[in-house]
């Protein structure tokens, strides 16, 4: 009597489908423009869409700076940046993407090395970006850095003999150090130029002392380990320079109590230097909008836009002569950077990854 | 002829979303037969020991805690009456609104070194942070508990559901027959209330299996800590990926000692429901025993973190908070309802696909089907992106050649993808409950129905959907909670400028921004709380409406069409 029903289900499907793929269209129809039509003009000035690892919240202000300064519109999406990595490579000739932002030399290596970047050369950028610090053939550049450095309690430890990365496997800190888990990614950077440094051998027994000399487990993020300090459960810590920054500049009055007792040491400064990893951006090979995206990034090692860095997240700015307008960075104070080329971390990252496995640093 | 098209409809519909669903799981499997990058032998060396340690001991402790919170008090306020039975009744579901990875946060910011916790006690003793010991939070045992705290709502749900319809005279003959109340629930009640329990120990066990965000922020190594580590920083997806079979394995092997415990056994329901039972009244010291049974996983579980939560947004929340949070809040809500929506009507087609024709290849599609929630949900959106980006491609391809138009990603550009990756992860939950749902309803009644000239279709929505009707809003439920909370596909999946509130407290969280998080945090709990509540209140009176829907059900099978 209803021979309506029994074959309900596969149009109702179909039809929740469609509308899912209708509304789908409708979201993805502002950057699509750029790609059909390049030879129209777009009074507003077009659209670039950024995939980014950043997570930081400063970000947005840096992306209304540049839409405020060139009149294009930006549209992100921010994730993991090997996900992001895999997303492009799946989206393939069709990929929105515009430009790849990482927060890791590792990462920029790795998708590099998958061919999502085009080269591109830019005078501005091969000016202002130090040789060291960006791709060779402009795959890539680095656009801030922020140091990895030692901190410690200054009620009990003597910092004499704990001025390299070398020393935090020195015995005579047993139970002493904190430190986050093998697997992060500013770890694996800096066992990378490690075993660039001293080779895979003396890195990896680095390691070995390292974890011997742990007073806990791996846990937690940097400014966790910082914290510990303060609350006297280690003595030694590593962290990056804008966790450290941010507590600085914090109201908190937990904070101030921090950063009142810890101390701090820029390793490695009578050789070779404090181990830096960079936050960096390509432009995507695919790029709707490269002409868009090119502008970007030179925004980006503008001397404005490289304040921003440094003001609103504590990152270091890579142009020569960029002022820091930062108080916290400022108390930090200058330090000697290892020029190590930072394709090196990428590299050495699965070795590092595999050393540290052995080394049981978890 | 129709009467065959009748038939064969609905299961090859089922058969179709079936092997929809399990297109992503098993893009995943397929790449077990990839030859790796170099990294498998130094996993299987070096680090598979302690995955699969740590991943048993996980799933056990896991195992524990949730009966033990959810089976005791599902059984406590389905039979017995104390003092604040009424208010526990619905508010022990609430627990179910916390992600696992924000009550880990919060809990790690109250219990570790510098949190306020220690740092009393060391006012109070005047000891520094090395001379006394205190649990740590951030370890195996930590995750364990933040697991069980938010995952026992699953047991309790399903157990109580079953404890409240079984029918009446079957407890009332066991007291008859001289069985006090401990012996009538372990003879009588837990062995009825058998598979509604074990449904949900397997839903807490699988998202456990799944859990990304508590191990990786307590440093404990297991499987999906390993599939990240395989894939993200030893850069081999291959090696990923064997990982990821590995863990689907072992839900394999969960599967299948729930099926061999529950051996031939068919648990379908013919008396009238306990709307009558006369309940045990506790008084004393074991009431005040009840009461705190209770009030240990909902105070553990919700009062206390949500409280530190509401503390930590009013004092230095997320500076951002104002009109972009609507937007955040619209977002996540109407992802989550039409997940849930699509994941009920699958759920229904599968399940209802396998009563009909319930053969090997039906119930293999519709075991692959469900297992999509023990996968992580970043394996399951990488799962979802190659097949469908692959389609998009395809699609792309075809559109520029036939009609000359250029259209970009229809599939993966908007929120298409998204959605197909939360009803792979999710499918299973509405499933469950269909299932479960299914499996009270006695096939006599589909005979009845069909004896009398309805057909499949008809049957299904005059019968079995009304008697179902509580299941399905229950799965639909479940499912919209789950979207809500759910992050790492939601990251890699969602279109340009689409972030939720997982994502914004995701980012917070990550930038090590706790306090600002909270607010986010805060978010997620407060709107996952009405369908929570909404499913309290499904939990708390359904006796009588179930009483209802049942009769009508049975009525309107029985009136000749």
């Not at chain 1, 610090?133 to 200054?154: C, E, M, N, V």
């Not at chain 1, 790029?287 to 990034?297: D, H, S, T």
């Not at chain 2, 922020?217 to 990923?240: K, Q």
Request: neutral net charge.
């Amino acid at each position: 009597m209803h021979p309506r029903f029994q074959n309900l289900f596969a149009p109702v499907l179909a039809v929740l489908l469609a509308g899912l793929a209708l509304y789908g269209c409708s979201r993805e129809s502002t950057p699509e423009p750029q790609a059909q039509a390049p030879a129209e003009a777009q009074p507003d000035g077009g659209v670039i869409n950024i995939y980014s690892a950043r997570h930081y919240q400063s970000d947005e202000d840096l992306y209304q700076a540049f839409t405020d300064a060139t009149g294009i519109r930006v549209q992100r999406i921010e994730g993991k940046d090997d996900a992001l990595i895999e997303r492009i490579l799946q989206e393939g000739d069709a990929s929105p993407a515009d430009i790849l932002f990482t927060v890791d030399a590792g990462r920029l290596w790795r998708a590099e090395q998958a061919g999502v970047f085009q080269a591109v050369s830019s005078s501005v950028l091969e000016e202002r970006i130090p040789s060291n610090l960006r791709h060779p053939q402009g795959k890539w550049f680095g656009f801030s850095t922020r140091a990895r450095i030692i901190y410690y309690d200054k009620t009990r430890i003597d910092p004499t003999g704990l001025q390299r990365y070398e020393d935090l496997a020195d015995p005579r800190w047993k139970g002493e150090l904190c430190i986050r888990s093998g697997s992060n990614i500013y770890n694996l950077s800096l066992m990378a130029s490690l075993i660039a440094a001293d080779g895979l051998e003396e890195a990896e027994n680095w390691a070995r002392g390292v974890v011997a000399n742990f007073a806990r487990d791996p846990q937690g993020g940097d400014t966790d380990q910082i914290r510990a300090v303060a609350a006297g459960e280690c003595g030694i810590a590593v962290g990056n320079t804008y966790y450290f920054a941010r507590l600085m500049l914090s109201d908190d009055p937990a904070d101030q109590a921090v950063v009142e007792r810890v101390g701090w040491i820029f390793p490695n400064q009578e050789d070779r230097g404090t181990h830096v990893n960079i936050s960096g951006a390509g432009i995507v090979a695919s790029a709707p909008n490269a002409a868009g995206a090119l502008e970007f990034l030179e925004f980006l090692a503008s001397p404005e836009a490289q304040t921003r860095f440094a003001r609103g997240n504590n990152e270091y700015p890579v142009v020569e002569g960029a002022a820091l307008d930062n108080p916290a960075l400022e108390t930090l104070g200058e330090f000697k950077v290892d020029p190590m080329d930072a394709t090196v971390y990428g590299e050495n990252q699965a070795e590092a990854q595999r050393a540290l496995d052995r080394a049981g640093w978890k | 002829m129709s009467g065959n098209r009748r038939l064969l409809s609905l299961p090859l519909t089922a058969l179709l979303v079936a092997g929809l669903v399990a297109l992503p799981v098993l893009t995943v499997a397929l790449h077990v037969l990839l030859p790796d990058e170099g990294a498998w032998r130094h996993i299987v060396d070096v680090l598979l020991p302690d995955y699969l340690r740590n991943t048993m001991l996980l799933v056990a402790g896991t195992a524990v805690g949730v009966i033990a919170f959810g089976l005791t008090t599902a059984w406590l306020v389905s039979v017995c009456r104390f003092p604040g039975r009424r208010l526990f009744e619905w508010a022990l579901v609430l627990p179910l609104a916390f992600p696992a990875y924000v009550i880990a946060y919060t809990y790690t910011d109250l219990l570790q070194v510098s949190g306020p916790v220690q740092t009393w006690i060391r006012e109070i003793t005047g000891w520094s942070a090395r001379e006394y010991w205190f649990p740590p939070i951030r370890s195996l045992g930590g995750a364990i508990a933040m697991l069980s705290l938010v995952l026992y709502p699953y047991v309790y749900l399903l157990g109580r559901a079953a404890f409240v319809q079984q029918s009446s005279g079957v407890l009332e003959a066991a007291r008859t027959l001289g069985c006090g109340p401990w012996r009538g629930f372990f003879r009588v009640a837990l062995p009825m209330a058998r598979p509604a329990l074990v449904a949900g120990l397997l839903l807490a066990l699988m998202e456990t299996l799944a859990d990304f965000g508590t191990v990786a922020y307590f440093g404990v190594p297991v499987f999906t800590t390993g599939i990240y580590r395989a894939w993200f920083s030893l850069g081999d997806p291959v090696s990923a990926a064997k990982l990821s079979a590995m863990l689907l394995a072992f839900v394999l092997v969960l599967v299948a000692l729930e099926r061999w415990n529950r051996g031939a056994m068919r648990f379908h329901q013919v008396g009238a429901p306990a709307a009558q039972r006369k309940p045990y009244q506790l008084r004393g010291w074991r009431a005040l025993l009840a009461v705190l049974a209770c009030m240990v996983p909902l105070g553990f579980g919700f009062v206390l973190p949500a409280a530190r939560l509401a503390w930590l947004s009013w004092v230095g929340g997320d500076a951002q908070f104002g009109t972009r949070y609507l937007g955040l809040l619209w977002n996540s809500l109407s992802l989550a309802a039409v997940s849930a929506v699509i994941a009920v009507v699958a759920a229904v087609i599968v399940g209802y696909g396998l009563r009909l024709r319930p053969g090997p290849l039906m119930r293999g599609a519709h075991r692959i089907a469900g297992m999509g929630y023990a996968i992580p949900g970043s394996v399951i959106a990488v799962g979802v992106l190659i097949p469908l980006a692959a389609a998009d491609q395809g699609l792309r391809g075809l559109l520029a050649s036939w009609f000359g138009i250029e259209v970009g990603l229809l599939l993966t550009g908007g929120i298409l993808g998204l959605v197909f990756a939360y009803v792979v992860r999710f499918l299973a939950v509405s499933l469950q409950s269909v299932d479960a749902g299914l499996a009270r309803i006695t096939p006599a009644m589909d005979d009845a129905a069909r004896a009398l000239g309805d057909g499949p279709g008809r049957t299904l929505r005059r019968v079995h959907l009304p008697i179902l009707r509580v299941n399905l809003l229950t799965a639909g439920l479940i499912v919209f909670v789950d979207v809500m909370k759910e992050l790492p596909a939601t990251l890699i999946l969602r279109p340009f400028d689409f972030d939720t509130l997982a994502v914004q407290a995701y980012k917070l969280a990550a930038d090590e921004r706790l306090a600002e998080a909270s607010t986010a945090s805060l978010a997620i709990v407060v709107a996952g709380l009405i369908p929570v509540i909404l499913l309290a209140r499904q939990v708390s009176q359904p006796a009588k409406r179930r009483e209802r829907s049942e009769a009508r059900g049975l009525m309107q099978a029985t009136t000749p069409a």
